[in-house]
C-alpha cells in the first residue's frame, strides 16, 4: 500500500509500491523503488533514480541525474536522542535539523549510509557499504567505513 501524501511528484516519474512520501518533491522522469521511504521537505530533482528500502529524511536535496542504491540511510540529526536530558520524549522542537546536499550525477551504492551535514559533490561516487562522514568533493570516488577517498577528478 503507498502512503503519498502532499507530494509534488513530476510527469513521467515512476513510484513503485509500497513507498512513504510525505510533502517531498519529486521531479520528472525519476525512478522510486518500493519501500522507499521520503520525508517531508525532501527535493529530488529529475531523471533520478531511487532503488528500493531507502530512507531519505527532512533536510535532504537530491539535484538532477542522481542515483541511490538499495537500502541506502540518509540521516538527519548529529546527535538523535529518544528523551531531553529531564527524561521527557523529545518533540519535534527539541533537535537541530542538519541537512545534506547530493550533487547533479552523483552516484551511492548499495547499503551505503550518509551522515548529516556534508555534500556529495557532482559525477562522485560513494561505493556500496560506505560511512560517509565527511564531504565527497566532485567527480571523486568514495569507499570504506569511514569513506576515504580513492580516486579524484574521474572524467565519466
Known sequence: MN?????KIGKNTIIREPVNL???EIGENCRIGGFVYIEEGVKIGNNCKIRPFTFIPTGVVIEDGVFIGPGVIFTNDKYPRAINPDGSLKKNGDWKLTKTLVKKGASIGAGATILCGITIGEFAVVGAGSVV???????????????KIVKEDVKW
Open 133 to 147: 562522514t565527511k564531504d565527497v568533493p566532485d567527480r571523486s570516488v568514495a569507499v570504506g567505513n569511514p569513506a
Open 3 to 7: 502512503v503519498i501524501k502532499d507530494c
Open 22 to 24: 510525505y510533502k517531498c
